[in-house]
């Protein structure tokens, strides 16, 4: 594992978004959106160490774009499994934290290597 490479964040952006009943579903992409600018605003807070925030969108909020801070990836079918090929393709090489409240996805991340925490994280 490098020890200098940042930590992997990994934003689940459904899940995310979907934790707050804020009205989300009338603007999927702008609900995202959103996220991503907070996300590149604020950062991970808690997180002392340098980050890389990879937001992954999938569905109606396919096609937002990266901003500095923050690198957007649509997601071709499912959010959950694009998260999990990620995270199997960064695991070994650097720490990855994943943000999500989805139990399934939580579990496969988890066994791969990944810690995980809760919406609350990015989303107060």
């Known amino acids: ?7 992997l964040v990994v934003v689940d952006a459904a899940n995310v978004v979907g934790s707050v009943p804020d009205g989300w ?7 995202a959106e959103r996220l991503r600018d907070r996300l590149a605003s604020d950062g991970v807070p808690g997180v002392s160490e340098p980050v890389e925030v990879l937001l992954v969108v999938e569905g109606a909020a396919r096609g ?5 801070g923050v690198r957007v ?8 499994d694009h998260i999990v090929e990620v995270v199997a393709g960064a695991a070994d090489d650097r720490s990855v934290l994943v943000i999500t409240a989805d139990r399934e996805l939580r579990r ?3 066994e791969l ?3 995980v925490a809760g919406p609350r994280t990015v989303r107060p």
């Open 64 to 68: 937002v774009e990266s901003v500095p």
């Open 25 to 31: 579903w009338r603007d999927r992409r702008g609900a």
């Open 108 to 110: 496969r991340v988890g």
């Open 1 to 7: 594992m490098n020890d200098n490479a940042p930590v």
């Open 113 to 115: 290597g990944a810690e």
């Open 73 to 80: 990836e649509s997601a071709a079918g499912s959010g959950d």
